[in-house]
């Protein structure tokens, strides 16, 4: 009888996965809900694949879903998320290859990468976005030209304008920190670029590393030891930490800038750049050229945002004893 | 579900590799060795640093699995040279490893799209296949040479070792050194595979190698399979599980756990079948006497 009872469980077991999966299967489909004018009768399906959980990503995915449907583009939208696992990515890849979609949408390096791979000797065409430097991940061979049916929207930041508003924000600064996490490719491309940005007008760089959430403190001290300002890079170990980031270095009266809006609800200082969202609407605008207005995708080059919102925090700007018109402020958007 | 059946056989060959590796260390030496999640990607940015230099395919691979089986003689080193509790061996030589794969190539993510690699020309499947076998078939021979059965004896019982006049650490020294260039060799083909080196990719590569070994062990457990054709199904086994948990299209934030149920099912299953049908029979002789 005991053994019984054992197949039972067993088989409750067995059975709730597989009712659970027909279950949610369709939570991972959206169907896209066309709204205004329909462009045509056409249904298509896009693969969206996404590296991991996280909310400049999945602001990402948002802005593509959300133009599509502005757009009025009849679309089912198959979304997966690798969970951080670069083999989960290449089979997410696949299975999109294998359901013969019209388009893969990838958010992120490593997810992009991947789908690379998939596509190969496929016709099927890759929009990415959320990638820093799609040369140096070899997505393409160069930014202006779109060879291999991989083209798509760039995250970079406006580097040399950022690091300006640090001249405005502290008088005769001249070292500026950046915190970043040394396990991620994009974030090394960053602080390069800062580098070469900051020779340009005066200003040195100095870099901290981190591997893991926990070295952030340590981090911070260092950093206000030999630097007078926190330029904040778009890194997902520091994004995932920026309430911490902050307030480190909101205590040691460090100014800080970032590329990222959404940074700044999180307490950073001030930011100019772009914004995870629009990036993906206009990965999303890609798309549609590609499917609905037939546009071949070797004619559209790799885009940079064409958006560049700035924003203020205006607690931080008096913790840190700065007024409203400051230069650095200009133009921006406040907010508490 | 052609090419997503593909792609699990084909991955699960690249991590039958990485488990036929760990079972040498953790399963035969009783030596639990953490510097896998070191290893794995050290494979993948040696073959990177090498192919980017214009070394062949062929040479960069055997490279890794060469600079592998030197992690492996530096957890050696700690464990037994400097007397560091083994777990913790392992450990110091994947942080270590850290470090040293970040300055190979002076970079985090080294994309090898434009070089060649060992799969060019060939069905990707076919040379997975060969390297996997010829991987299982001397690793079989191996173990049934002296030193592979001082090596198995060292794991079982380290005292009878000594008392055959042998030293154990020796036979340790081999066991880490073939297990990690192993799982590094699996790194470098895993690299060639995915497009690219990335410093990400040793992490929770331990729990995907023990578990293709105890899934790979669970599999007709009465049969008599030797280890390495275990760790090979094992590894299949998981990657395919994987498999069909994306395939299914279930809600990504459910991807993990749905994964681990699938393969407690299974092995459930495995576990309770077979010995069900046993009671059952007996059952059925007993009433038969009555």
Known sequence: MEFNLIKKITSILLSTVFLLTACTGGTAEIDGAGTGEKNNNETFTIGISQFIEHPALDASRQGFIDEMNTQGVDVKFLVQNAQGDITNARMISEKFVKDDVDLIFSIATLSSQSAKQAIKGTDIPMVFTAVTDPVFSQLVSDINVTDNNITGVVDAAPVKENLELFKDLKKDIKTIGIIYNTGESNSEVQVNKAREEAEKIGLEIEPVGISSINDIPQALDTISKKSEGLYIITDNMVASSMPLVAELAKEKGLPTVSADGTHVDKGILVSKGISFYEIGRQSADIAKQILVDKTNISEIPVQHSDRIEKKVNGETMKALGLTKDNDAFQGAEFVD | ?290
Do not use: H, W
């Open chain 2, 1 to 290: 579900m052609n090419t997503l059946i593909l792609t699990s056989i084909e991955q699960g060959l690249i991590f039958a590799v990485l488990a036929i590796g760990v079972m040498i260390t953790f399963k035969i030496l009783d030596f639990a060795d953490m510097s896998v999640e070191g290893t794995f990607p050290l494979g993948a940015f040696v073959f990177a640093r090498f192919i980017t230099q214009g070394v062949d395919p062929v040479t960069s691979t055997l490279a890794a699995f060469l600079f592998g089986s030197l992690a492996g003689l530096t957890t050696y080193i700690l464990n037994i040279k400097l007397k560091i509790k083994a777990l913790l061996s392992g450990i110091l030589t994947m942080t270590i490893l850290y470090s040293v794969n970040l300055r190979l190539n002076g970079k985090s993510n080294v994309a090898l799209f434009e070089y060649s690699s060992i799969f060019d020309g060939v069905q990707v499947v076919v040379v997975l296949i060969i390297i996997a076998v010829a991987v299982k078939i001397l690793m079989d021979i191996f173990l049934k040479t002296e030193i592979g059965y001082l090596l198995i004896a060292t794991g079982d019982n380290e005292t009878l070792v000594k008392s055959l006049g042998e030293n154990s650490n020796k036979y340790k020294l081999i066991g880490l050194m073939l297990s990690n260039g192993l799982v590094a060799l699996s790194g470098a083909m895993m690299a060639q595979y995915q497009g690219f080196a990335e410093i990400t990719m040793g992490t929770g590569i331990i729990v995907v190698a023990i578990a293709s070994v105890i899934v790979g062990d669970t599999i007709l457990k009465n049969a008599n399979l030797k280890n390495t054709t275990r760790a090979i199904t094992g590894a299949l086994a998981y990657k395919f599980i994987g498999a069909v948990a994306i395939d299914l299209g279930i809600d990504p934030t459910d991807l993990r756990a749905i994964n681990a149920i699938i393969v407690i099912a299974f092995l459930s299953y495995n576990t309770f079948g077979p010995e069900m049908s046993k009671i059952k029979k007996r059952n059925r002789l007993e009433g038969a006497q009555c």
